[in-house]
T-cell receptor, first 114, second 114 residues
Framework: DQQVKQNSPSLSVQEGRISILNCDYT??????FLWYKKYPAEGPTFLIS?????DKNEDGRFTVFLNKSAKHLSLHIVPSQPGDSAVYFC?????????????FGKGTKLTVNP | DTEVTQTPKHLVMGMTNKKSLKCEQH?????MYWYKQKAKKPPELMFV???????INESVPSRFSPECPNSSLLNLHLHALQPEDSALYLC?????????????FGQGTRLTVV
């Protein structure tokens, strides 16, 4: 059973416009949410995170919104740039024995067209 | 230095071979992870080490054997693998349970079992 869901496998956006990537989760024990960007055959690169006690976190062009009651988060990228084209993974973190267990969604492939 | 270094980048091995994947970080992180990623799938957690002790084993077959010789190094010993074990193996590190839980990933080792 998938605990972290990204229901859109792909998204295409025009350069300069806003990209909105969505993520839903089912486990109420998740205490931290993260977004990673990934290019083929490379490791994921951390983008931005949000604690479960917050509803918004902003870092430059990237903003993550968390709606705990709906168990939903979204990543906004504005303005979108062609270099943002990659697969974006939503991940949720659960504390486990002093470590953090990251559970990933299936990813959304973002294409930003010039 | 925010790097996690994995070697080798590519590995081809036969089903009777024994090989090891290596991971190194110098960020002072005390949690280290092995993930496995198959094509078009999200990374899946295999093992977590916290303070050099194995804290999570996600029911991984015994042909995968992790080892954490010190706080900077993590190995994954491989023996008698199957072709279906071919995947991208990702190492990651983070500070355990501090609230700033972004995990840093290495570039991965692309493993092919023939």
């Amino acid at each position: 059973d998938q605990q972290v869901k990204q229901n859109s496998p792909s998204l295409s956006v025009q350069e300069g416009r806003i990209s909105i990537l969505n993520c839903d989760y089912t486990n109420s024990m998740f205490d931290y949410f993260l977004w990673y960007k990934k290019y083929p055959a490379e490791g994921p690169t951390f983008l931005i995170s949000i604690s479960s006690i917050k509803d918004k976190n902003e870092d430059g062009r990237f903003t993550v919104f968390l709606n705990k009651s709906a168990k939903h988060l979204s990543l906004h990228i504005v303005p979108s740039q062609p270099g943002d084209s990659a697969v974006y993974f939503c991940a949720a973190s659960e504390s486990w024995g002093g470590s953090e267990k990251l559970v990933f969604g299936k990813g959304t492939k973002l294409t930003v067209n010039p | 230095d925010t790097e996690v270094t994995q070697t080798p980048k590519h590995l081809v091995m036969g089903m009777t071979n024994k090989k090891s994947l290596k991971c190194e970080q110098h960020m002072g992180h005390r949690a280290m992870y092995w993930y496995k990623q198959k094509a078009k799938k999200p990374p899946e957690l295999m093992f977590v080490y916290s303070y050099e002790k194995l804290s999570i084993n996600e029911s991984v077959p015994s042909r995968f054997s992790p080892e954490c010789p010190n706080s900077s190094l993590l190995n994954l010993h491989l023996h008698a693998l199957q072709p279906e074990d071919s995947a991208l193996y990702l190492c990651a590190s983070s500070q355990p349970a501090t609230g700033a839980t972004e995990a840093f990933f290495g570039q991965g080792t692309r493993l092919t079992v023939v």
